[in-house]
């Protein structure tokens, strides 16, 4: 159990551009979820998925941004057209077994839109 | 809707010295309650837990009570470390109403000093 990573640590892209960030859980996981947390901020709750259904979706969410999760495994999250606005931490996190409830964190995605 | 406030920081303390971080919540259900440590440069980490009123969780030397009365889960400590110097973030999330997201504080930083 390596816990949970993400892939890339940092990203720097233009205004305008798309970006894909990946989430691989710990393996035996079933929920993951994805967070954003803005400098001195706590996290704030983005989507999740049990399996491979997203079965919540924050109003956070815009139509610019959408996550998968094909096989139940990792999760993707793209965001289309950034702004700068979307500059922040990418956290994923995933929870399963019999306490479900207790989530593990990976180290996160910073993301700087220029 | 659910929420959590923390006192705000930075909360700036001598070793050895005693440590209470206030936190009180909102809920539209029965909450689990989470403290999660954030140390510098490292990913959210679960501190410690309690999932229903009373229970007291407890690691590290930190403790937390549940008290479902006055809604809220203080995060202690009898005597400090440098070692202890992070941001603390307090969460809850509801199961029973559907929702699996953790809802944050918005953290509260901690300096300890020699």
């Known amino acids: 159990d390596t816990g949970v990573s993400q892939d890339p640590r940092h990203k720097i892209t233009k205004r305008g551009q798309n970006v894909t960030f990946r989430c691989d859980p710990i393996?035996?996981?079933?929920?993951l979820y994805w967070y954003r947390q803005t400098l001195g901020q706590g996290p704030e709750f983005l989507t999740y998925f049990q399996n491979e259904a997203q079965l919540e979706k924050s109003r956070l969410l815009s139509d610019r941004f959408s996550a998968e999760r094909p096989k139940g495994s990792f999760s993707t999250l793209e965001i289309q057209r950034t702004e700068q606005g979307d500059s922040a931490m990418y956290l994923c996190?995933?929870?399963?077994?019999?306490?479900?409830?207790?989530?593990?964190f990976g180290p996160g995605t910073r993301l700087t839109v220029l | 809707g659910d929420s959590v406030t923390q006192m705000e920081g930075p909360v700036t303390l001598s070793e050895e010295a005693f440590l209470t971080i206030n936190c009180t919540y909102t809920a539209t259900g029965y909450p689990s309650l989470f403290w999660y440590v954030q140390y510098p440069g490292e990913g959210l980490q679960l501190l410690l837990k309690a999932t229903k009123a009373d229970d007291k969780g407890s690691n590290k030397g930190f403790e937390a009570t549940y008290r479902k009365e006055t809604t809220s889960f203080h995060l202690e400590k009898g005597s400090v470390q440098v070692s202890d110097s992070a941001v603390y973030f307090c969460a809850l999330s509801v199961a029973d109403t559907g929702r699996r997201a953790l809802t944050f504080g918005s953290g509260t930083r901690l300096q300890v000093q020699p």
């Open positions: 996190a995933s929870s399963g077994g019999p306490d479900y409830n207790e989530q593990f």
């Open positions: 393996s035996e996981h079933n929920r």
